[in-house]
């Protein structure tokens, strides 16, 4: 079973409009939860993190954790085609465990 | 404020041959972490250092290691490279294990 699992994509959302990404995970101990972008042939870079339940809002971009149902999203509003890019999710299982467990990513179009 | 630094950026080795690859940190960050990316599997955690010990190890074979100097530059090396060595390897900081983590902008490990 596969740790951390994303839809792949692409998703296709017109500028302007809210981008809705979503993660599930399996192990309920996971401690802290990550949404990277990465633009191709770039590395990722760090947009929001997550620790406890509920909605953190930075600008643009709102993470929400629901460790009940074991799901992380990423919301993007007025979405703009420089957001267009893969976002990776990503989640620390154990303290002291394997690092950062990645999702595959969901590659994101935002259609002028 | 510097980022991660990862030298070198591009690096094409033989089969058999090794290879060392060098990290310098976000300045006052103490933990190092590798991970491997390549199209097919995704980003997957190799090690972790902190305060110049090894914490945590992923699912690779012994040919990689590395190493954590006291100033928490870091160094990967693998041993008797194999085609399927070639990826993309990126160095993470974080101020603490188990924080949030910063990539490099990696090294492209080609093997022929």
């Known amino acids: 079973q596969k740790e951390v699992e994303q839809n792949s994509g692409p998703l296709s959302v017109p500028e302007g409009a809210i981008a809705s990404l979503n993660c599930t995970y399996s192990?309920?101990?996971?401690?802290?939860f990550f949404w990277y972008r990465q633009y191709s042939g770039k590395s990722p870079e760090l947009i929001m993190f997550?620790?406890?339940?509920g909605d953190k809002e930075d600008g643009r971009f709102t993470a929400q954790l629901n460790k009940a149902s074991q799901y992380v999203s990423l919301l993007i509003r007025d979405s703009q085609p420089s957001d267009s890019a893969t976002y990776l999710c990503?989640?620390?299982?154990?303290?002291?465990?394997?690092?950062?467990?990645f999702g595959k990513g969901t590659h994101l179009i935002i259609q002028p | 404020k510097a980022g991660v630094t990862q030298t070198p950026r591009y690096l094409i080795k033989t089969r058999g041959q090794q290879v060392t690859l060098s990290c310098s940190p976000i300045?006052?960050?103490?933990?190092v972490s590798w991970y491997q990316q390549t199209p097919g599997q995704g980003l997957q955690f190799l090690f972790e250092?902190?305060?110049?010990?090894?914490?945590n190890k992923g699912n690779f074979p012994g040919r990689f290691s590395g190493r954590q100097f006291s100033n928490s530059r870091s160094e990967m090396n693998v041993s008797t490279l194999e085609l399927g060595d070639s990826a993309l390897y990126l160095c993470?900081?974080?101020?603490?294990?188990?924080?949030?983590?910063?990539f490099g902008q990696g090294t492209r490990l080609t093997v022929v």
């Open positions: 993470a900081s974080s101020l603490q294990q188990n924080t949030e983590a910063f």
């Open positions: 192990d309920r101990g996971s401690q802290s």
């Open positions: 997550i620790y406890s339940n």
């Open positions: 990503a989640v620390i299982v154990r303290r002291g465990a394997d690092g950062l467990t």
């Open positions: 300045s006052g960050h103490r933990s």
């Open positions: 250092y902190f305060s110049e010990t090894q914490r």
